[in-house]
């Protein structure tokens, strides 16, 4: 198997595992609606940055490491747990709140509204541990003969990167057009719950997973 041939045939992989719609989906498009458009891309880059991350992690060998600590793997994934829940449940609780009006923070994001959206994207994907075990357990069969685990690793994971940036980046577009007629405070607040709904509920399956 050629290098070209390892790409391509990765590419394939997370391509299918990309367009199915998960936590990055749903932080781009509530992020987008009630944010605007650049916050909603600021995420996709802390989420890129994350899968890059453990890119690198799994290339150099610190996944494996990671999978095969017990302790480690415990301690990131309830921490990863406990941050989607409480991130989830402060996002549905901030619904409930007399006088709070989504749609005025929507209509003007603050200023470090993208740097929050980085952050957020960062967080959520470096504190699941998931990630870096699948990159662990795809990555060695995708490293031809002859070519450096670490340089084939970060080109898989940029790879993934691309992929995911281009799919999340027209959800994002699509979903900027539609936001002028979705940013209202009843749409935002059910949006709000739904998406913290399925914050929760990753971290439940995460925390779940471990045991």
Known sequence: ???????LSFALVVGLLTIIPGLDTALVIRGTVTRGRPYGFAALLGIQVGTLIWGAAAATGAAALLAASEVAYRVLSYAGAAYLVYLGATMIATTFRRGADPSAEAAAPSRGGARSGFLLG??????NPKVGVFYMATIPQFVPAGQSPLLV???LALVHCTLGTVWLGAIILGTNRLAPRLRSTRVIRWMDRITGGVLM???????????
Do not use: E, K, S
């Open 1 to 7: 198997m050629t290098l070209g041939q390892a790409l």
């Open 122 to 127: 960062l967080v959520t994907n470096i504190t």
């Open 153 to 155: 690793g970060l080109l």
């Open 201 to 211: 509920l990753f971290g439940a399956r995460l925390a779940l997973d471990v045991r």
